[in-house]
Each structure stands twice: as C-alpha cells, then as structure tokens.
C-alpha cells in the first residue's frame, strides 16, 4: 500500500514528539511505502528506511506569500503563484470567496464554506494565483460585506476596516497549502490513503486529496489544533471581532475535515471529545493512544527497591501551565508534616519561550518557602527542593530521575496526554496527578488525582502515599501492567497496520497506468514462504506493499 504521509512540523527534519512518532510510524510498517509529504521548513533530513522516501517538502512561511516546496519530481511554480487574474478569473474568485467569507460569518455556515473553499481550491489547482489574490483588495471588500450582510454574527458584524485587513492577511497564510503542487497524479494522486499527523493545516492537503481523487484520509490528532488556538496567548492583543472571525475559520476548517475524514484517530478522549463537538461522527472516531517506547524503562520498573521513600520527583517543560508555584505551595504543607521530604523538579531542555523567567521566579520562591537548612536531617545550606535539567550530572537520563524517587507527582493546570505519567507508569512508580486533559484515561484507577489549584489536596494525596509504602508499591505495579497493556509502541503499530487495511477495504478500486492488471500481484505474494517468489513471477511484477 502506499501511504501519503502528511507530516506536522516538517518531519523527516525536524524533531519533537511528532516526528518521534512519525519515524516509528514508518519504521514499524515496513510492508508499506510511506511517500513523506512535510510541511515546515526544509533541512538535513534525518536517515530514512528504505520503504519511506520525502515526495515534497513546503515552507508555507515564505515572505512574498508563495508556498516554497521542492520535491521528487517538480517544484512548483512560483511565477503562477504571483500571477494576475484575469476578468473570468476574479468573477471565479470573487463567488468563491464570498461563499467562504459568508459561511466563516453566518451562524450555520459550514455548507458556504466548504463550497468557497473547494472552489478556491479548483481555481489554485487550474490557473495558481490564489496568494495574491487572497491579499487583494478584492478580497477585502468582499469580507467586509459579508461581515456586514443581514444575518452575519454579532463578533463579526463589529469588525472594522482593520480587522479585515488582519484577517485577509491571516486567511492567505492559513489556506496556502491550497496553493502548492502536490495536487497531480504524480503526487497524492498516487497514494492509496492520505495519513494526516495533525488536523489543520497539515490536514488540509488530504482534505484536497479526497476532493480530487477520491482518496480516503485518516487524521490523527495527539494533540487538537484547534485546543491550540484558542489557549494561545500569541494573539492576545487582537481585536474581540478579529478573535471571532479567525476562530470561526480555524472552527470551519476543522469541522470540514472531521467530517470528510474516513476515519479519525485521536490519541484519547480529552482530543476525541472536541472532535466530536466539531461536528466529528462517532461512528468514524477510534482512540489510538500514542505508543511510547517501554524497554528503556524494563529496569527501573522491574526493581521494586529503587527510590528514596522520601523524595517526590516532577519533570517536565518548566511553563506557568504546570503550576510549579501551586506544588511548591504544597510541597511546603509535605514538608511541615514529613520534615524529611524532598522534591526534585527536573526540566526537559526544551523550554517554552518565557519559560527562563518562570524557572527564575519558581527558584525564588522556593528560596523563600525553604530557608537554608539547619544541621539536622540535611547538611547545613541544603534545599529540600533542587532543580535540575535532564540530562545533566545529576540527572543524565528520564530512567534515572525516575528511579531516584519513590513518588511522581503532575500539577498542571492544562495537558494533552502527558508523556511524563506514561513514563513514570512504566517505572512502576506511584503517581499523584491534578485531573486535567487525559490524566484520568491514563491512570485509570492506579494514582491519586486531585483538583487542580488545590495545593492542599495534592499535598494531602502524596503525604498519604509517601506514609504508606505497601500501598505505594501496589499502585506503582498496577500502573506499569496498564501501561505496558495500552500505551507501547507495539500495541500502536498494530492498530494502525489494522486500520491501514480496513480503510483499504473499503475505498474503490483505483487502476493508476503503468501499475499493470488488476489483480497481477495475488494476495500469496505479500506473505513470506517458500512460494512467495512463484506467486510473484505468476504475476506481471514485483509486489508494492
């Protein structure tokens, strides 16, 4: 089967969970030929198995508003994209702009704007263009009246001359994947299944797909673009109608491609209830928890008597979202009653802009909740509270820091899946987590969860594990038995090589040239045996998984 991976962030060049996950995507189903369509800058791509290869790459951030892509066969062309339209050309854009612009207005808009934006898809496809067009005058005026056309919403009713300007320039950005040259029969034409890593933007293009060719997509969501927008704090300063118009439009197009999706899988229930309440089917929704590799953490989770039973271990991306000042609160009330308590808080490296300033003001808060020790329990000038960086002398690997405590603790005021709990579970530690995002679908009755903002409870929760180590011990081992059962790298490969093969099932089917009969290849040929080399020379050719 070939699969038209469409990638979130640019992999196979960039790194971070989504492309860890993309790798062992294509690595693990190795029966299959993945073509890598990325999206995001360009650069040295890490080495790629011999089943994968990079189809095209686009930087949608260009500054002229033309998408730079490269790829296997053709660049595309940026001349085309710059061009003028001509008089049939701009009444085609103008009509589809306006249904666009009209369903991101009304109240029930979803049929306007999907029409708007497939037409404006057909006009990128057919004479290029759209960029310039989508930052003209033209358009302005045309979103200007549907904000002002009887029955438009309250928020964008309010939206001045400035507002539409931001806008116009927001909705070029967003719908340039409608402007690049993946969009022929040597291209995404040729998958047999459009895989979309994200929704949005990284969707759209297998949005396309299906509309031109009929090929199915599948989105899989670890985390819901559309979350993200509306928790960003990037456009803080906007306008309350430009806030409205622009979410509309992320509200539209996600909606558009749930409900075009042949089926949708979210990494848990916290992302699969916003795709439901984006207008997603049920029937076509299957969680997938993202797999997460098991066998570094075999040892730690194996020894039952590792640990300090004192010492309470946080790691993480030092952010306010995680409340570090909320557990130090708490851990300030553990310590009033357990004097011999000690919290480590260890940072991954990858910090979120502004996340030194944090680090600093929880540094000095801890100062203040935590003088200088006496001689007593500890040497004189030490901090019951020490933070560390992974990967340094004192806590060189996640398996370490780990190990180095009896109990993980999770303070967050917002998460998606929190990777750190799965590793912690595979640790067969104990666990104490605030109930935000997927904590309950991970945990599933084998940590304490507690309130978030409530410094007392989760105060309260760890104290009563750190004072009962048999219990500690029996939720820690039940924590790893679920997390080796539902959150591995394994039992993820398979669900997909299952789903994989059942939407192939059900698509139509496709006889591209050059691929020979129908039915030259006979199903005998994919399976290893001593006949597989006779089944394939009954053929016209060698199998394509």
Known sequence: MRIGLLTEGGYPYATGDSGRWCERLVRGLGQHRFDLYALGPAGTPRPLPPNARVARTADLGGPDGTPATSGAWSPCEPRASRRAYGRHERRRFTEACHRLATGLCAEDGEVPFAEGLYALAELARERGGLPGALRSDDAVRVLESACRAPGARRGA??????????FAEHLERALRPLSLDWYGEDALGAADLCHAAAG????????????????????????????????????????????????????????EIYRQAALLTPGNAHARRWQEKCGADRARIRTVHPGMAADRFAEVGEDEESGDPATLVWVGRVEPAKDLIGLLHAFAEIRARRPDARLRIVAVPEREPGGGAYLTYCKGLAAQLFPDEAPGAHAVGENPVTFEELGGPEAPTLEDTYASGALVVLSSLAEGFPASLVEAMFCARATVSTDVGAVVEIIGGTGLVVPPRN???????????????????????????????????????????????????????????????????????????????????????????
């Open 200 to 255: 949005g933007a990284t969707a759209l293009p297998g949005l396309l797909a299906k509309r031109f060719f009929g090929t199915p997509l599948l989105v899989t969501e670890y985390g819901v673009p559309l979350r993200a927008h509306y928790l960003s704090t990037a456009g803080a300063d906007r306008s309350a109608p430009l806030r409205a118009l622009l979410a509309a439009l992320h509200g539209r197009l996600a909606g």
């Open 157 to 166: 009713a309010a939206a001045g001359l400035p507002d539409h300007l931001a």
């Open 455 to 545: 410094p007392r409870a989760l105060a309260d929760a760890c104290l009563a594990l750190l004072r009962d180590p048999e219990r500690r011990h029996r939720l820690g081992a039940a924590a790893r038995a679920r997390a080796l059962e539902l959150f591995t790298v394994e039992q993820n490969l398979a669900a997909f090589r299952g789903i994989y093969l059942e939407l192939l099932s059900h698509a139509p089917v496709r006889h591209r040239p050059g691929d020979g009969v129908p039915f030259a290849h006979p199903a005998e040929a994919h399976v290893p045996g001593s006949w597989t080399h006779k089944a394939v020379a009954a053929g016209t050719g060698a199998p394509d998984a």
